[in-house]
C-alpha cells in the first residue's frame, strides 16, 4: 500500500512540475521548475501591478483571479496575501482585495531594497561557503528566474 502512495506523490509532483504561468498570466504545461502553484500565481499577479495591468484601485475577488489564473482560490489566497505584506494589495473584509496605488518612488525603494537584501545574501554565501549540491541549486534557480517571466 505504501508504494502506491509514494507512486501517486511521485505523480502528483511530476504534473506540479510541469505547470507554469505564461507571460500573459495564464497557468499552463510545461516542463519547468517545481515551484508551487500559488508561487506561480503570486509571480503574475505582481507582475500584472507592477506592470499596471491592474490598474490602481481596482477590485479583485478570489473567484475572478483564480479564474484568470486557471487556479483554485486557495493558491489565489496564498498570493494576494503576500501581496498585501508588500503592501501591493489591500484586502477590505467581504468586499476582496484593492490594488493599492505605486509611485516611481515606491518602486525605487522596493528596488534599491532588494538590491541591498541580495547584496547581503550573496555576501553571506560567499563567506560560509557551499556545496558543490547547494551552488548547482543556486545556479538553477538563478537561470529560471533570468527568463523574464515565461
Same mark, same amino acid.
Given at each position: 500500500m505504501a508504494t502506491v502512495a509514494t507512486a501517486r506523490?511521485?505523480?502528483?509532483?511530476?504534473?506540479?512540475?510541469?505547470?507554469?504561468? &505564461? &507571460?500573459?498570466?495564464e497557468i499552463r504545461l510545461g516542463a519547468q521548475g517545481l515551484e508551487k502553484l500559488s508561487e506561480r500565481v503570486y509571480q503574475a499577479l505582481k507582475r500584472e501591478?507592477?506592470?499596471?495591468?491592474?490598474?490602481?484601485?481596482?477590485a479583485l475577488t478570489e473567484k475572478d483571479l483564480a479564474e484568470r489564473y486557471n487556479s483554485s482560490r486557495t493558491p489565489v489566497r496564498e498570493a494576494a496575501l503576500r501581496l498585501v505584506d508588500q503592501n501591493l494589495l489591500r484586502v477590505i473584509p467581504n468586499c476582496g482585495y484593492f490594488v493599492c496605488h505605486l509611485t516611481v518612488k515606491d518602486l525605487s525603494d522596493i528596488y534599491e531594497y532588494r538590491a541591498v537584501i541580495e547584496c547581503a545574501s550573496a555576501e553571506l554565501a560567499a563567506a560560509r561557503g557551499m556545496s558543490n549540491a547547494e551552488f548547482a541549486e543556486l545556479k538553477r534557480w538563478g537561470s529560471y528566474r533570468g527568463r523574464g517571466g515565461s
Open positions: 506523490e511521485q505523480k502528483r509532483e511530476r504534473q506540479l512540475a510541469r505547470v507554469r504561468v &505564461s &507571460s500573459r498570466g501591478i507592477v506592470m499596471a495591468v491592474l490598474r490602481p484601485g481596482e
